[in-house]
Nanobody, 126 residues
Framework: QVQLVESGGGLVQAGGSLRLSCAAS????????MGWFRQAPGKEREFVAA????????IHADSVKGRFTISRDNAKSTQYLQMNSLRPEDTAVYYC???????????????????WGQGTQVTVSS
């Protein structure tokens, strides 16, 4: 089974940028749909972005569309989340997740994701 480790979180001022990485090991990364989710204190985990196996198809939550971009490099078994124009409301723990489905479209449903990373904290100051 694939294991996931996120990195790249930190403290940034509003309007700034961060790039999150998610490194996979122990499985076949290139066969998994992948996604990013986030969870703020006292709130449920919410969908951020997802990407198809070959990276051609992506979806983004309306709240981040135009500011965040998901991508992947199958040769490096890594996915990324480029976050620009960050806002205080983007503050959360960001999680990388793997979806084992072998067909379909990238999914915003967290119930489709069976493997999760430990999360990385992103804090945006105003």
């Amino acid at each position: 089974q694939v294991q996931l480790v996120e990195s790249g979180g930190g403290l940034v001022q509003a309007g700034g940028s961060l790039r999150l990485s998610c490194a996979a090991s122990g499985g076949t990364f290139s066969r998994h749909y992948m996604g990013w989710f986030r969870q703020a204190p006292g709130k449920e985990r919410e969908f951020v972005a997802a990407i198809s196996v070959n990276g051609v198809s992506t979806i983004h939550a309306d709240s981040v569309k135009g500011r965040f971009t998901i991508s992947r490099d199958n040769a490096k078994s890594t996915q990324y989340l480029q976050m620009n124009s960050l806002r205080p409301e983007d503050t959360a723990v960001y999680y990388c997740a793997a979806d084992p489905r072998v067909w379909g479209r990238p999914s915003p449903d967290k119930n489709n994701y069976s493997v999760w990373g430990q999360g990385t904290q992103v804090t945006v100051s105003s």
